[in-house]
């Protein structure tokens, strides 16, 4: 039985701590990659390149989600 991928599911998780989006996708060093970088921006610019940051990471684990929804 093969199982599927939910991409407003992926794009949630990511949206409330970035990364977790691409782990749930099996994408597991990206979503490390992902939380880090989110942390990074976060701080580094007090928040103003954070929540740009932020918006891509949920984006691109929906996207990732919506165009490989079978797991292998």
């Not at 610019?45 to 079978?70: E, R, T």
Request: overall charge positive; hydrophobic content about 50%.
């Amino acid at each position: 039985m093969t199982t599927m991928r939910e991409p407003l599911l992926a794009g949630i998780l990511s949206l409330f701590v970035p990364g977790v989006g691409q782990i749930y996708n099996g994408r597991i060093i990206v979503g490390i990659l992902w939380l880090v970088l989110t942390g990074v921006s976060w701080i580094g610019s007090a928040g103003l390149l954070g929540w740009v940051v932020h918006l891509i990471s949920a984006w691109c684990a929906y996207s990732y989600a919506k165009d490989n929804p079978i797991r292998s």
